[in-house]
């Protein structure tokens, strides 16, 4: 399969695998009052699906690099993740919602590092870029379903919109499994390189630029799961907004990082990425902490949107630093162990803020996590920089069609 092919099959998943996080946000507000939910519960549902997602990550990041076997994870993690959520349509509370939710987690992040590794690897010169066009497809999927899920709730309940979102996600899986080859994650090795747990551990859980990065994509993470998740709640309860208008806020947050994440990751194979990073997290965190108090206007719009040109399209940038810093053999690890990063700040996060939200308001969760992003800059100090490994100083190979 050719390049651009790779990565078109690659981005088409990419935005399936995160289509019910944007199907979600517009459906949380109704299945909470139809289950009785509390907020508490809703951040215990979101905790437990990022636990999973954490072993999910991991696991699968030491399994691609040592034993291959990329192509059938991908394919499971579409059909098992259509299951899960559709399963979720046929909850009746809150103890048969949570294990549908939590497994959910380990169903989709089997997805990331055994596509973005391969990216990594095959776009080698190009991975800002290759990453950056990956994530715009998750960014897509979460403009697209919102949307979509908004206005299907005009006319059928939250479950029924649930089922019938499960259709992408089988098509997908039907796509992999007729067009992916099958595949195994192997960088530049030097003799004697061979993948061991000390390896694993000194040059990635040891290295504290890879730590750093783990620091910002997760407070990222966690920024992206606050506003997903509770934003919709917010609108409803403090302004009673509708669903459309749910779907609309919602799809204008991710399409605001749909192409600054592929200019992103473009220049960020170009100049610093350590000045991107700090310029989107500021600007990202600012827009957090000015969101409740937005009203329903055009003032929202542009601090949702803000959110997401600022510090959402910040994804390819960081794992494009990460792979920099790292082993090219240990490219499926260093998905993984980011975002197992990722699932711990928003498993502690949305636990706290849940419990947060009830005692002080929705409005609290947001300023906090607008001042955490903030905060999070002090671990600029842990990272080395990297401009002389940047594809500005590399030559890219004769006859490549990203060159």
Sequence with gaps: MKKWQLLALLTTGHACEHWFQGVLGPVLPYLTADLDLTLTQVGLLFTGRAVMSAFSSVGTGYVIDSYGGGKWLLVGCMASAALFYGGAGFATG?????????????????????????????FDNRKGFALGVHGTGANLGQTLAPIIAGYLLLVMTWRGVLLANTIPLFLTAILLWVFLEPFQISG??????????GNFVDALIKNPGMMGACVF?????????????????????KYGVGPSTLGLALGVYSAASIFPETIVGYLSDRISRKLILFIGITGGGIALFLIPHAGTGIFLYVCVASVGVFL?????????????ISPPQLAGSVVGVIFTANQIFVGLGLFFLGILADAYGLEFVFGAIGIACLGSLVAFSWLPGTEENSTLHQTANPGDPMR
Excluded: D
């Excluded at 048969?96 to 690897?121: E, K, N, Q, R, V």
């Design 188 to 197: 530049k090795q030097k003799p004697g390189s061979s993948i061991t747990t």
């Design 217 to 237: 994509s997760g407070v990222r993470t966690l920024a992206h799961n606050v506003v997903s998740i509770f934003l919709a709640i917010l609108l409803v309860r």
């Design 312 to 324: 959402i399209s910040m994804r390819s940038a960081i794992f494009a630093y990460g792979f920099e």
């Design 94 to 122: 809150f103890i048969t919602l949570a294990p549908i939710i939590w497994l959910s987690g380990l169903a989709t992040h089997t997805w990331h590092p055994p596509s973005m590794g391969l990216l990594g690897m095959r």
